[in-house]
């Protein structure tokens, strides 16, 4: 071993030692777990000071974007693979896998009732979405609340265009009935871009990387007693299924948005024929005593 690398490992064990007295053992064991993979990834690439210096900027300038509704934070993490990592190592298994939230998520959805339309614009092709909340056992959830967003057909949310869009287009916060259904009337979403006007779009372009994201609908269920699901369902028939820009497909979340010609079902809908229906089901988990602890 050089000198150099001798004292590399000693500024390391020191870092990872002056964590020692955290009182709290989860604080404790994630920062002197942080310290000892970004040491260890210093030294087997040993960036130049420039390098360094530059990353540094680079994470100023990421801070720099963010506002209360443009998050670049998360958006790194989710090009990084960082935020689907999380949500897979969190996955139990059982009910309807989870993906990633995104940034476009706001804290307040309109309250809506089921049968209500979402889509304020009334440009795009018309589509139901009816869905229904079970337990892992498929037993329906009767009272779960569904936290529903998308984007509009030309590829934005509301929040990225106040001066077009109707602030709470393509979204809603529904309550599943006694059988645990609930459905909207919307418009079939686009596949989109995700922000590249910001630090992320200068990584994306430096790399060759397309900012595209698959054409979905994001769902959080939050069901008493159950684990809430932070979800998206995608359009089966779209581009992007197999490079999404943020590594966030499961084949499982892929439904079919079918064409419905029938003037009586569009009817039941309150619908024109044709449009577009996805059905499916959406399974949360009974909550365990880790989840309570
Ligand atoms: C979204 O689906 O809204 C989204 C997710 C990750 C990055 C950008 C957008
Ligand atoms: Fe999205």
């Keep these: 071993m050089t000198g150099t690398d001798q004292a590399a490992k000693a500024v390391t064990a020191a870092a990872v030692e002056s964590f020692r007295d955290t009182p709290d053992p989860r604080l ?30 680079y994470l100023t300038a990421v801070g720099r974007k963010c506002d209360p509704t443009r998050q670049e934070f998360i958006l790194l993490s989710d090009v990084l693979g960082v935020s689907m990592l999380v949500e897979t190592v969190n996955e139990e298994g059982g009910g309807t896998e989870s993906t990633v939230l995104g940034p476009f998520h706001v804290v307040e959805s309109p309250k809506r009732e089921s049968g209500d339309g979402i889509d304020l614009m009334s440009v795009g092709e018309p589509c139901v979405v009816a869905l229904r909340v079970t337990s892992a056992d498929g037993s329906p959830l009767a009272g779960a609340s569904v936290d529903v967003w998308q984007c509009s ?34 418009v079939v979403p686009s596949h989109y871009p995700i922000p590249t006007d910001g630090p992320v779009g ?55 948005f079918a064409q419905v010609d029938e003037a009586e079902r569009a009817r039941a809908y309150q619908v024109t024929a044709p449009f577009r229906l996805a059905e499916f089901d959406i399974a949360v988990q009974p909550e365990t005593n880790k989840d309570a602890g």
């Design 28 to 57: 404790r064991e994630l920062l002197q777990g942080l310290v000892r993979h970004l040491h260890s990834y210093v030294r087997e690439l040993r960036p130049t000071i420039q390098e360094w210096e530059y990353a540094v900027e």
């Design 153 to 186: 057909t030309d590829g934005f949310y509301d929040v990225q265009q106040p001066d077009i869009q109707p602030l709470g287009n393509g979204r809603g916060l529904f309550r599943t009935d006694d059988e645990g259904r609930v459905w909207f009337r919307t």
């Design 202 to 256: 200068v990584l994306l372009d430096a790399t060759g990387r397309h900012p595209y994201r698959p054409a979905h609908i994001h769902f959080i269920v939050e069901a008493d007693g159950h684990r809430p699901l932070t979800t998206h369902i995608f359009v089966a028939d779209g581009p992007y299924l197999d490079s999404d820009a943020v590594f966030a497909v499961k084949e499982s979340l892929v439904a079919d």
